[in-house]
């Protein structure tokens, strides 16, 4: 069996554990939990002798088992990523609160059916081969989302050009119509100039024939 023994706590205390065979797997399980630094999500590994002990906190929820090293990574925490899931669906928010082996007589069940399913059913490596590749694809598509956005700095030169014609463009529009109203106003001081120099000489004529600037003569 490549997983012998598995737990899920809340920091150190443990909620639910199980163990396939009779080894001290359990007191070196709780000196690992007080051994994670901090609180933040980890995937890491320890080992002991020839068996290696993997451990998944996510959400401040630990889930823990021990394998042998001939199992690798990949069944060990598919299994602990199925372990995790299936204990937050179904204690929720009690997992935050519960006391020391609170779930052990349900969960403990579940731990011992999983760690014999990815131990021994083919079926366990298939599924978690094709959650690989599925991940490869991933990666390949992030990447290729990587290449195109290395290209920004061109799409970014395009937009600033773009905008600059638009910039251009309403600047020109804006400085036709000024001008257009510069060289209305310009026709009409020019019609008045014309028309008040029209009355000018006008005025000029007729105060020579009528002899005076009162024009005396043609008043009469």
């Known amino acids: 069996m490549a997983i012998l023994y598995s737990l899920v706590a809340r920091g150190s205390v443990v909620l639910a554990e199980f163990s396939a065979t009779s080894t001290n797997a359990s007191a070196i399980a709780r000196q690992i939990l007080e051994k994670i630094p901090g609180n933040d999500d980890s995937h890491v590994s320890y080992s002991q002798d020839r068996y290696i002990f993997h451990v998944k906190r996510t959400d401040g929820l630990t889930v823990l088992c021990m394998a042998d090293e001939t199992a690798g990574r990949r069944i060990p925490f598919a299994f602990l990523e199925d372990v995790h899931g299936r ?47 599925m991940s490869q694809v991933r990666n390949v598509m992030i990447e290729n989302i990587d290449k195109v956005l290395e290209r920004g700095d061109r799409l970014e030169l395009l937009v600033d050009k773009t905008a600059n014609m638009q910039g251009n463009t309403f600047r020109f529009r804006k400085q036709a119509r000024r001008f257009k109203s ?7 001081k020019l019609t008045v100039a014309l028309i008040i120099l029209i009355l000018v000489v006008i005025y000029v004529v007729l105060a020579f024939v009528c002899h005076g600037v009162t024009l005396p003569s043609c008043i009469k």
């Open 87 to 133: 204990f937050a669906k179904t204690y929720g928010r009690a997992v935050h609160t519960a006391l020391a082996y609170a779930m052990n007589d349900e969960f403990s069940r579940v731990l011992n059916q999983q760690m014999d399913y990815y131990s021994s059913d083919p079926n366990a490596d298939r599924i978690n081969r094709l959650k690989g590749e």
């Open 182 to 188: 510069t060289l209305w106003w310009r026709n009409v």
